[in-house]
């Protein structure tokens, strides 16, 4: 096994490098005590080719939030076409809710319940219907024979905030990386690489609503479209880009794969047992919704027992995401808030599951 030392030097030349080729970054000290939106230039690139940008609220302590944002997925013409549902192809929205104020939840920074309200956060917006993991531009063609081009550059727009965070943040005391929806995809796939950035900050993850919502075929599916492959982290054995066999390929697997060779990471999953939009993403994949739950709360299980740095909260009802609301404060299971085991759990306690 390579050495932390060789990860966090390479993990530096693999960023610097992207950086070179970017935009002139701002300084995390010339912002304001507000939410800052950052250009990254170069050759990030929202799906229909619209400008990419992250955003920065700046914290009064020394501890991090790394938060891909969510927003649908994308894998063939009628899911990624122009006018499609399925994503969120621009940043406008964001934009536009950042604006007026809209986001509650972890993004209210005025809140004293918010258990990272000091933190520095570093919010990822998504645009490229790939579950930030793309690196490629797909030519899709519609049923009429016209053709359109979706820039699936997920992955591209990481690693361009990823060249910023190395720039500006060095020795943060705690890093908690999460994402909701779309965005929870984005988190546990990204956790080796900011490892690799931080390689002795305690670190802790979250993904909210993104619990196994992919049949068995989806992934062989959309690497010939995505090639999300080429983001895996080489440096461990079972996911080097090179040797991966993408039709076993699947969300637990990355779990416990990543279970196994990081001990010292807290990774965490919270979703609502009948969540709607899970639901309905697998039945257009041609899963079985009803099973979904069953499916889910399983490999949950499987992997507490697996891995003691694995924890989970499964709570009542069809809710969708929990960070990006007020709810966060009010959902509660068997005598249990989510608010206090969600603080307890990013301040390195120890949590009980609940199922």
Known sequence: MRSLAFIAVWSWVFYANFLSAADVLTSLSELPQRWNEI?????????RGGEYSFFVFPGKVDQVVVDFYGGGVCWNA???????????????GLREDIKKNRLRGIYEKKDTRNPIKDWHHILIPYCTGDLHWG????????????????????????????????????????????????????????????????????????????????????????????NFTASLPEWLPTMNPIEVDVRKFH?????????????????????????????????????DPI?????????????AYLHKNYNFFVASGEDHCILPFDRLYSTAKAGQSFHGWLGDLISGQSVENVP
């Open 135 to 226: 690196s490629k531009d797909k030519t899709y063609t519609k049923e009429d024979g016209s053709n359109f081009v979706v820039k699936h550059r997920g992955a591209v727009n990481t690693r361009a905030v990823f060249s910023w965070i190395q720039e500006h943040i060095h020795t943060p005391k705690r890093v908690f990386v999460t994402g909701c929806s779309a965005g929870g995809f984005g988190a546990i796939f990204w956790v080796p690489h900011i490892r690799a950035m931080f390689p002795s900050t305690p670190l802790v993850h979250l993904s909210d609503s993104s619990s196994n919502t992919i049949t068995e075929d989806f992934f062989p599916t959309v690497n010939p479209l995505w």
């Open 251 to 287: 969300m637990a697997s990355l779990y416990k794969t990543l279970g196994d060779q990081y001990p010292d990471i807290r990774f965490s999953q919270y979703t609502s047992v009948n969540d709607s939009v899970q639901r309905s993403y697998i039945q257009q994949l041609g899963g």
């Open 39 to 47: 250009k990254t230039g170069g050759e990030s690139a929202c799906a």
């Open 291 to 303: 099973r979904w739950s069953e499916n889910f709360q399983y490999t949950m299980h499987t992997l």
């Open 78 to 92: 009628e899911t990624c076409s122009p006018g499609s549902a399925s994503f969120v192809d621009s940043l406008e």
